[in-house]
């Protein structure tokens, strides 16, 4: 269970339900009054070797920015939903390209304005739309704190129409299981073959605890997604996810396997990434890989063409072999 060693509190917080609750949570904790939370002085004069324990804060604040960013992969729209940043530390992670404004964990205590734009929104549509409000953090261990994803699931579940998905790579799922849903919640977990989790995906659940949790979700009527996400193209990367394609097979539910869709991600990095991990975690594996990747971008690196061909054939090739039933939505 995460414990704060600080929390920076914007002004105003203690205005809205969730605010008192969590000011009455940690009230043993030392606070730092500050006015904006996107703007934190202190955080940014840290040094990248400081990472680690920055992330030991929290900080609390008001989501003012509220737009819907269209998507076209599982969901129409991007939603700006209760959190940003996490407190576990995926080597990879796009928050960490400005670790110092948005790497560490913020929670934004006006819930009721985000979901109720959520819901106008649903409701003017001809269709049934489908909100992402998981890209900027990871509301599974948000939940942990907050209860956010209780509170979310139980006020949109009678809603008229939409959808909402984020993904996940925790395990904290069991308050979950009991609750009405009506099918309107699509869970979607993360997964990496065990050496990646261990030496990049820090902070995490393990493999085998998230197939327990996504199993234990199906069975409580969530639909379900699966990210094979980043592909990471390490040595012997083909031996490495060949393994978890086989893993996943043998130890998913039966109802997993009949209904779950997969969406297969290969790693984005940064020059920003590898300055910071250089630094903080001096021991880890390097990620950058200069035979294997080109410029994306100002600071951005993608894999070359030709891998990202190679690696898309493979995962075709042996995902048909395993789950020949199950969709693929895209491979990016």
């Not at 992402?132 to 261990?141: C, F, K, M, T, V």
Request: aromatic letters at 12%; glycine letters at 4%.
């Amino acid at each position: 269970m995460f414990r704060p060693k600080a929390l920076y509190c914007e002004n105003g917080i203690e205005n809205y339900e969730l605010g008192r609750e969590l000011l009455e949570k940690y009230q043993d904790v030392p606070k730092i009054q500050i006015d904006n939370h996107n703007n934190i002085e202190e955080m940014r004069k840290k040094q990248n070797s400081e990472f680690p324990d920055m992330k030991r804060n929290l900080i609390i604040g008001i989501r003012k920015t509220h737009k819907f960013v269209e998507n076209h992969k599982t969901s129409d729209y991007l939603v700006p939903y209760t959190s940003s940043g996490c407190t576990a530390m995926c080597m990879y992670c796009y928050l960490v390209c400005n670790y110092n404004k948005c790497a560490y964990l913020r929670l934004f205590v006006n819930r009721e304005q985000m979901l109720e734009k959520i819901i106008k929104t649903a409701n003017k549509s001809e269709r049934d739309l489908v909100f992402e409000i998981g890209s900027n953090s990871d509301l599974i261990l948000e939940n942990t704190i907050t209860k956010n994803l209780i509170w979310t699931i139980e006020n949109f579940a009678n809603t008229q129409k939409g959808k909402l998905t984020f993904p996940t790579k925790f395990e904290m799922i069991d308050d979950l299981l009991n609750i009405r849903h009506n099918k309107k919640i699509i869970i979607r977990m993360s997964v990496n073959p065990e050496e990646i989790i261990n030496k990049v995906e820090f902070g995490t659940s393990r493999l085998k605890q998230r197939i327990q949790a996504i199993n234990k979700l199906a069975d409580a009527d969530y639909p379900i997604g699966i990210l094979i996400a980043p592909v990471i193209f390490v040595e012997n990367w083909k031996s490495l996810y060949l393994e978890l394609i086989k893993y996943l097979y043998e130890n998913l539910s039966e109802k997993v396997k009949k209904e779950a869709f997969f969406e297969i991600i290969f790693m984005t990095y940064s020059f920003v990434h590898n300055a910071i991990n250089t630094e903080a975690f001096p021991n880890a594996i390097k990620l950058y890989d200069k035979d294997l990747m080109t410029g994306r971008g100002k600071g951005k690196y993608m894999y070359k063409e030709f891998i990202r061909k190679e690696g898309e054939m493979f995962f075709r090739e042996n995902m048909n072999k395993f789950f020949k039933n199950n969709s693929i939505m895209y491979i990016v």
